[in-house]
T-cell receptor, first 113, second 116 residues
Framework: GENVEQHPSTLSVQEGDSAVIKCTYS??????FPWYKQELGKRPQLIID?????GEKKDQRIAVTLNKTAKHFSLHITETQPEDSAVYFC????????????FGTGTRLQVTL | NAGVMQNPRHLVRRRGQEARLRCSPM?????VYWYRQLPEEGLKFMVY????????ESGMPKERFSAEFPKEGPSILRIQQVVRGDSAAYFC??????????????FGEGSRLTVL
């Protein structure tokens, strides 16, 4: 089955700086890669996703890049704000099969003033 | 349109008791997924169900755990004879069509099980 690894496990940045979280996946058949944000005690919420037919996607301060050859994808947050502090999870799935998302272990992002 | 509804939000059980967690998907959604999250860990897939069918239960322990999604009513995750290791947050998610082929997975707020 799919295995998703995520780094770093914790990340601290100053407000206004950029944050980068990286994930690798093992199943070359995976073609859908969402990112979820989970605030303390809350449910995971989708913030951006990318499919394997594109290499990059951007939504305001958030961007995701995908390298299919190397089987890794990254989340980039620019101009970080305190409200960006949360745990971020990457995930991967093969939409051609009975689909389930396999999640990474999460990155705890702390944006300091 | 109400989101994915889970209840109870918090459940305390003693070892050996049964826990029943309920999940009502979003209106129009017919696919339900259950994930377990241990403290400070990621989301582990347990089971994927459609109405009256279990599609994939590869992540669910073979013993003590069962799930159903009847024609009428919510999906239920049942844990029999709970042990302390079952303490976790159990998240339900739903999608309109087979996720994630066409739509995002919407998560509920989770049910937090504590086994004493």
């Amino acid at each position: 089955g799919e295995n998703v690894e995520q780094h770093p496990s914790t990340l601290s940045v100053q407000e206004g700086d950029s944050a980068v979280i990286k994930c690798t996946y093992s199943d070359s058949a995976s073609n859908y890669f969402p990112w979820y944000k989970q605030e303390l005690g809350k449910r995971p919420q989708l913030i951006i996703d990318i499919r394997s037919n594109v290499g990059e996607k951007k939504d305001q301060r958030i961007a995701v890049t995908l390298n299919k050859t190397a089987k890794h994808f990254s989340l980039h947050i620019t101009e970080t704000q305190p409200e960006d502090s949360a745990v971020y999870f990457c995930a991967a799935a093969n939409t051609g099969t009975a689909s389930k998302l396999t999640f990474g272990t999460g990155t705890r992002l702390q944006v300091t003033l | 349109n109400a989101g994915v509804m889970q209840n109870p939000r918090h459940l305390v059980r003693r070892r050996g008791q049964e826990a029943r967690l309920r999940c009502s998907p979003m209106k129009g959604h017919s696919h339900v997924y259950w994930y377990r999250q241990l403290p400070e860990e990621g989301l582990k897939f347990m089971v994927y169900l459609q109405k009256e069918n279990i599609i994939d239960e590869s992540g669910m322990p073979k013993e003590r755990f069962s799930a159903e999604f009847p024609k009428e009513g919510p999906s239920i995750l049942r844990i029999q004879q709970v042990v302390r290791g079952d303490s976790a947050a159990y998240f339900c998610a739903s999608s309109r069509r087979e996720a994630p082929n066409s739509g995002e997975l919407f998560f509920g707020e989770g049910s937090r099980l504590t086994v004493l």
